[in-house]
């Protein structure tokens, strides 16, 4: 099968989950500078979060190009991706309303442990389809970013839930930071 529905079909639905997000900031009642710096943790939860799905985006993107046909196992795994990502918007909303307390925080670290534990499962989908000597499967080689990702998120939940939430908050930043600048990898390994 080719690739063309599930790239748009994918780009949708990240576009709309960004919508979500920002549509879930409200307006402050009041024009003074004070109302709205009481949006501080909403804002600062959208921007982590727009972050995030960008960088899956980005991320998707640069996959799907290695890609050179999908199967059904790459279809589902794609939507498990999306499910996780679908529920930024809401773990979103609830880290910044509740000014990142432990079990927000904890959810919203749980749901990124789920986006990146989906995204290995659409690699490796990717990957068996096309073969362990394929461009792909050479480029992720033994993601040693994706397996501190990983971590990070796996010692951010219980962190958060031990009361811990600026440490969880700081680990979930530093993997957003990390992963800014675009994963190279997959590019370099298709331009050879």
Same mark, same amino acid.
Not at 171 to 182: G, R, S
């Given at each position: 099968? @080719? ?18 997000? +920002? ?29 995030? +799905? ?15 046909? +999908?199967? @059904?196992? #790459? ?29 927000? +925080?904890?959810?919203y670290s749980f749901d990124l442990l789920m986006c990146a534990i989906a995204y290995f499962a659409l690699q490796q989908q990717i990957i068996s389809l096309h073969g362990n000597e394929s461009p792909l499967a050479n480029a992720i ?15 951010? #939940? ?35």
């Amino acid at each position: 099968m @080719g690739k063309g529905r599930i790239e748009a079909f994918s780009d949708g639905v990240i576009a709309i989950i960004i919508t979500i997000m +920002v549509l879930e900031m409200k307006v402050p009642h009041g024009a003074a500078w004070a109302d709205i710096a009481t949006l501080g943790p909403v804002f600062l939860s959208y921007v982590l979060s727009f972050l995030n +799905v960008g960088i899956y985006w980005n991320n998707h993107h640069h996959l799907l190009h290695a890609a050179k046909r +999908v199967n @059904g196992r #790459i279809l589902w795994a794609n939507m498990h991706l999306l499910f996780w990502l679908s529920l930024m918007p809401f773990t979103t909303g609830w880290m910044g309303e509740n000014h990142f307390a432990p079990a927000p +925080v904890a959810l919203y670290s749980f749901d990124l442990l789920m986006c990146a534990i989906a995204y290995f499962a659409l690699q490796q989908q990717i990957i068996s389809l096309h073969g362990n000597e394929s461009p792909l499967a050479n480029a992720i080689g033994g993601d040693n970013k994706g397996k501190a990702s990983l971590t990070a998120y796996l010692i951010a #939940i219980p962190l958060a839930f031990l009361g811990y939430s600026w440490l969880a908050g700081a680990l979930l930043i530093l993997v957003t930071l990390m992963w800014f600048i675009p994963d190279r990898r997959i590019e370099k390994a298709l331009d050879e």
